[in-house]
């Protein structure tokens, strides 16, 4: 069993940067893929980066190509989203997730997930 505890998330104004992290317990991440995912009020859970067990990997999706970063550090557990270049429409609440597939983009593919941090980006 794993538990995810997502941490970093806050108000920021468009532009603005935050830094996401998602600290693991129960089991080492390193034998896991790591993905974010992102719910906005009245839509569906979306995907928004992975990373492959070693780092070495990472896939993102479109809307925030360019703008955030996956990485890890199986050392401490830790999985972070770094976020730049924030827009409105990046508010949701962001949660981290574990899976034993390689890169997995769809949210039925992970076995564990976070409860989620709020991001706000005003305008």
């Known amino acids: 069993q794993v538990q995810l505890v997502e941490s970093g998330g806050g108000l920021v104004q468009a532009g603005g940067s935050l830094r996401l992290s998602c600290a693991a317990s129960?089991?080492?991440?390193?034998?896991?893929?790591m993905g974010w995912f992102r719910q906005a009020p009245g839509k569906e859970r979306e995907f928004v980066s992975c990373?492959?067990?070693?780092?070495?990997?990472?896939d993102y999706a479109p809307s925030v190509q360019g703008r955030f970063t996956i990485s890890r550090d199986n050392a401490k557990n830790t999985v972070y989203l770094q976020m730049n270049s924030l827009k409105p429409e990046d508010t949701a609440v962001y949660y981290c997730?574990?899976?034993?597939?390689?890169?997995?983009?769809?949210?039925?593919?992970?076995?564990?997930w976070g409860q989620g941090t709020q991001v706000t980006v005003s305008s």
């Open positions: 990373i492959s067990w070693s780092g070495a990997s990472t």
């Open positions: 129960g089991r080492t991440l390193s034998s896991y893929a």
């Open positions: 997730a574990a899976s034993n597939r390689w890169l997995p983009t769809t949210r039925a593919l992970y076995d564990y």
